[in-house]
């Protein structure tokens, strides 16, 4: 079975910086699937940020995030990575990593079948 744990959330000030950890088990991380990063604010929609096809790497990254955020995984330790800079208040919000097997990787969050429990991030100005 698919199980995704992320971990690195935390509480910072505007300008700041995290790095999000997304430990994947239950599938040979390295072969041909979609992983991705979201983030869900109270009140607001689930918004897609940073996704990586783990077969050749290509990224995406949204507009909100994209100079600042960076998507990375080590198939060596079935991690996906999501780097933090510059972080803004607006950033605040639950953040959580998914796993869609079957690719074309989109930023459709119904796309995606696996899911973690989340972690936090709170930015202060």
């Known amino acids: 079975q698919v199980q995704l744990v992320e971990s690195g959330g935390g509480s910072v000030q505007a300008g700041g910086s995290l790095r999000l950890s997304c430990a994947a088990s239950g599938y040979t991380y390295s072969s041909r699937y979609c992983m991705g990063w979201f983030r869900q604010a109270p009140g607001k929609e689930r918004e897609g940020l940073a996704i990586i096809y783990t077969g050749g790497g290509s990224t995406y990254y949204a507009d909100s995030v994209k100079g600042r955020f960076t998507i990375s995984q080590d198939n060596a330790n079935n991690t996906l990575y999501l780097e933090m800079n510059s972080l803004k208040p607006e950033d605040t919000a639950m953040y959580y990593c998914?796993?869609?097997?079957?690719?074309?990787?989109?930023?459709?969050?119904?796309?995606?079948?696996?899911w973690g429990q989340g972690t936090q991030v709170t930015v202060s100005s």
């Open positions: 998914a796993a869609d097997l079957y690719p074309p990787c989109d930023t459709w969050s119904g796309s995606y079948t696996y």
